[in-house]
């Protein structure tokens, strides 16, 4: 049993100043030479030069994540967490002051990245904070700090977080999947927080 294939239409050339028509010999064959071609293939530059640019950034990209140190790492792993905090807390009033300004805020810590690295992602010690006022004008704004937090998550909460606590050292592995981890967290609430 053989298959007889219909013979393929004729066309006409794409090319303006040709318009000829032909039967095209492959799929997709628009011009109808090689000289109309190289007539019609400019009008493709663009899109080829913008692929080209978006290899070219990707190339780049990987490279910039290979020259990272450790401390980059912890930054985007902070700046990941310090959205999450920021996403989490969305519509509360400022941990310290309680304000409900349409002000700029941040995640501020408790017991800060210095004092305490080993609470740095600690989700209990990070919450929406107001940011010139309490976190960048009162260094943090303690004294209104604490009270809100034992009302937040309670007294036993809070002396857990003024304890003593066991050091911590991420790897740079570790660092990249909280990294992911915050950021899809992230997403999602913002996700829930559109719908």
Same mark, same amino acid.
């Given at each position: 049993m053989t298959i007889e294939r219909k013979p393929a239409k004729p066309k006409k050339c794409r090319?303006?100043?040709?318009?000829?028509?032909?039967?095209?010999?492959?799929?997709g064959q628009a011009v109808c030479s090689p000289a109309?071609?190289?007539?019609?293939?400019?009008?493709?530059?663009?899109?080829?030069?913008?692929?080209?640019?978006d290899i070219e950034r990707k190339d780049i990209k990987v490279r910039k994540e290979k020259l990272k140190s450790r401390?980059?790492?912890?930054?985007?792993?902070?700046?990941?967490?310090?959205?999450?905090?920021?996403?989490?807390?969305?519509?509360?009033?400022?941990?310290?002051?309680?304000?409900?300004?349409?002000v700029q805020y941040?995640?501020?810590?408790?017991?800060?990245?210095a004092a305490s690295p080993e609470l740095r992602f600690e989700p209990l010690n990070v919450n929406l904070? !107001?940011?010139?006022? !309490?976190?960048?004008?009162?260094?943090?704004?303690?004294?209104g700090y604490r009270p809100g937090l034992i009302q937040k998550i309670g007294i036993e909460a809070v002396e857990w977080?003024?304890?003593?606590?066991?050091?911590?050292?991420?790897?740079?592995?570790?660092?990249?999947?909280?990294?992911?981890?915050?950021?899809a967290k992230t997403r999602e609430l913002k996700k829930g927080q559109a719908a």
């Open positions: 090319v303006a100043a040709c318009r000829a028509s032909f039967v095209p010999s492959r799929m109309c071609a190289l007539i019609d293939g400019p009008r493709h530059a663009p899109k080829a030069r913008k692929a080209l640019a401390a980059d790492h912890l930054k985007d792993t902070q700046h990941a967490f310090n959205a999450w905090i920021r996403a989490r807390d969305a519509g509360q009033p400022c941990i310290s002051c309680g304000t409900t300004a349409d941040c995640a501020g810590h408790y017991r800060t990245t904070q !107001c940011n010139r006022n !309490c976190n960048m004008g009162k260094s943090g704004n303690l004294l977080l003024e304890g003593p606590h066991q050091p911590k050292k991420y790897t740079v592995e570790e660092l990249r999947a909280m990294t992911a981890e915050y950021r």
